[in-house]
């Protein structure tokens, strides 16, 4: 069982920065792919950023140049860095975490969410 909680949200004028850190607990070492994803009222979840299997990073291409994925693996955690934000950025932002059991199914868990409000 792996257990995310992300802070770090919160409201800000447009182009100004945040930085969202995701904390996993549980079960850690089982841990294949981490990232974040946001859901905007009355839209569907979409991919942020994300580490893939190989360490390699995903972005989606409305945040390319602008967003950041890293993490500190000695505290379990990743993280997000806004910067430029926009409008359009406004948001639940989740985290994401997959893990491969000893049989090769994959479990995906997800953090309870927080918000990040972009003002114009």
């Known amino acids: 069982q792996v257990h995310l909680v992300e802070s770090g949200g919160g409201q800000v004028q447009a182009g100004g920065s945040l930085r969202l850190s995701c904390a996993a607990s549980g079960s850690t070492f089982g841990i294949n792919t981490m990232g974040w994803y946001r859901q905007a009222a009355g839209k569907e979840r979409e991919l942020v950023a994300r580490?893939?299997?190989?360490?390699?990073?995903n972005y989606a291409d409305s945040v390319k140049g602008r967003f950041t994925i890293s993490r500190d693996n000695a505290k379990n955690t990743v993280y997000l860095q806004m910067n430029s934000l926009k409008p359009e950025d406004t948001a639940v932002y989740y985290c994401?975490?997959?893990?491969?059991?000893?049989?090769?199914?994959?479990?995906?868990?997800w953090g309870q969410g927080t918000q990040v409000t972009v003002s114009s």
């Open positions: 994401n975490a997959g893990v491969v059991t000893t049989i090769g199914v994959t479990y995906t868990y």
């Open positions: 580490f893939t299997t190989d360490g390699s990073t």
